[in-house]
């Protein structure tokens, strides 16, 4: 199974976790949280590698989106199309809208209740997470498996950013490695913003 995959698995189970639970209960309440962490993440990933938009048009977008899955998990139907995509076309609307917003225009925010979400209804390309994911994981000229803290190869940018967009946290994959949370986080930082560029040359050709 693929990475893309996988993580679409894992976050459909958490979907699932969360519906499964009284509405104000602390384990609903978990499982949404563990949720939005990597929806957050992956948005953040996406942005920082692809986007032109204004860094507070994002982040407006990106809150509204969490604020509306975190009241309305319920609304996610399984047989329409994968979370992931729910997601996605929620964004792309609250983007719509924080544009909308900074541009001053005079048009009311996009009612999201009245949308279906067709986008998500119909057999979908892959979304750019996933391009992401498969590029990550195919490394096609092992620049990223090559990435690595000095003397532990296995703190590969590769694994690296494949683990981060799973939604592993810092101090799994800091006890799984053998270093420090510095010290990959430091490293990890460093070696995106150089990598970077090479990242958007792959995108570009897909």
Known sequence: ????????????????EAQSHPVFSGQRRQAIEKLLNIISKELDFVYHIS????????EEAKQEVLLYIFKNIDKYNYELGSFINWVHSIFKYRLLDAKTLYMKKSISFV????????IYQIEEPPSLIEILINIIEKDPEDILKKTHI???PKANMRDLLLLRLNGISWSSIAQNLGSSIPTLSSFYQRSLSKLVPKIKEYLNHV
């Not at 199974?1 to 699932?16: D, G, I, P, R, W």
């Not at 986007?51 to 994002?58: I, N, P, V």
């Open 51 to 58: 986007s032109k938009t204004r860094t507070e048009e994002y």
């Open 111 to 118: 009612p999201i209740d009245e949308f279906n979400f067709s």
């Open 1 to 16: 199974m693929s990475k893309a995959k996988e993580q679409e698995e894992f976050l459909e189970n958490l979907v699932k």
């Open 150 to 152: 000095k003397g532990n």
